[in-house]
Nanobody
């Protein structure tokens, strides 16, 4: 079992920045590939970014490339999402997720999920 808790969400103006954190407890965090997903009101949950267990590989949805950066600190059992140049369309609940041996974009492949943190970007 892995327990995941997101933090760092909030209200920010367009063009601003936020840094989300995902703190993990339970089994060895460094064994898991990790990802961020988001869900806007009335829309399906979508992939944002993923990172391999070692941090050596990262993947991004096209709409966030160049603006968002995913990273992790295995010594602190924490994953991050640095979000810059935020746009109103980035408004959503952001979830972190964990999987063994998978760091792609399919949500069904992730076994563990956090409760989510709200990000609201005003225009």
């Amino acid at each position: 079992q892995v327990q995941l808790v997101e933090s760092g969400g909030g209200l920010v103006q367009a063009g601003g920045s936020l840094r989300l954190s995902c703190a993990a407890s339970g089994r060895t965090f460094s064994s898991y590939d990790m990802a961020w997903f988001r869900q806007a009101p009335g829309k399906e949950r979508e992939f944002v970014a993923a990172i391999s267990w070692s941090g050596g590989s990262t993947y991004y949805q096209d709409s966030v490339k160049g603006r968002f950066t995913i990273s992790r600190d295995n010594a602190k059992n924490t994953m991050y999402l640095q979000m810059n140049s935020l746009k109103p369309e980035d408004t959503a609940v952001y979830y972190c997720a964990a999987a063994l041996h998978y760091s792609g974009s399919y949500s069904a492949q992730y076994n563990y999920w956090g409760q989510g943190t709200q990000v609201t970007v005003s225009s």
